[in-house]
């Protein structure tokens, strides 16, 4: 069973304190590989040391968008020098978030932008994530896409089914977290159940977005054997058969990465 976590934060408070126990666990319920999400610019030694010393974790490089505003003046040359580590497989996350405008939003896009050069230039995928930003995550894709093609998957899909379809229309891939356990999530489980086999990944987000049935709970990798599992009997299959897809999938976009 090749069940990958596509997302998680090993370097963030509730997982760092007690990362090699968290690896073991995840380990134990069958994940093979962690995919260590950047998110500030101080973050990155410290990810890209995490992906040297531990064999089935990647490192990616990227900028928040809570935190465009403390890297307005980030180049493409900061990410791209990072990016030529070996165990840096991925640019991001990166994107829009409006739901809590943390940064300003022209911030935000530019910055986006950036990522988006470095994602087209390296061959690296973006990772993307948006909230309540829709209509300019598409106009900006769109736009980038124009000048070139580059890989890239929407991250903790949350969207809706229109916005699901331009992006699989554009090439992404999309990620399913934890919240496609929640019981308020009806409108995203019909999403996913229908979502084309060969565009899909699962993701924990860990430390947050812990799924049923660890509500409430700190979410780390191991986690994801329960998305997986939720998935995998809302489309119909085996849990192993999804985390086999899943990890086929990972591994053909984030085509860097090997075990």
Known sequence: MMLIDS????????????????LARAR??????FLNISTRQCEWNEIVATAERESD???SIGIHPHEADQHSDLGEAALLEAAANPRVIGIGETGLDYYYDHSDRQVQQDLF???????????LPLIVHTRDA?????RIIEEE?????????????????????????????ISISGIVTFKNA???QAIVANLPEDRLLVETDAPFLAPVP???????????????????DLRGTSKEALADRTGTNFFKLFSKASL
Request: charged share 25%.
């Open 7 to 22: 997302h998680c934060h090993l370097n963030y408070k509730g997982l760092v304190e007690d990362q090699a126990e968290i």
């Open 145 to 173: 896409m124009g000048k070139g093609a580059f890989p890239a998957l929407i991250h903790c899909f949350t969207a809706s089914a229109p916005f699901a379809a331009r992006m699989l229309e554009l090439g992404l891939t």
């Open 113 to 123: 932008r950036v990522h988006i050069g470095v994602a087209r230039e390296t061959g």
């Open 28 to 33: 134990k319920t069958g994940v093979k590989g």
């Open 214 to 232: 660890h509500r409430g709970k700190t979410c780390e990798p191991a986690f994801v054997a329960d998305t997986c599992a939720f998935v995998a």
């Open 134 to 138: 829709e209509d300019d995550t598409i």
């Open 57 to 59: 974790v990647w490192a």
């Open 186 to 188: 009806k409108d995203l």
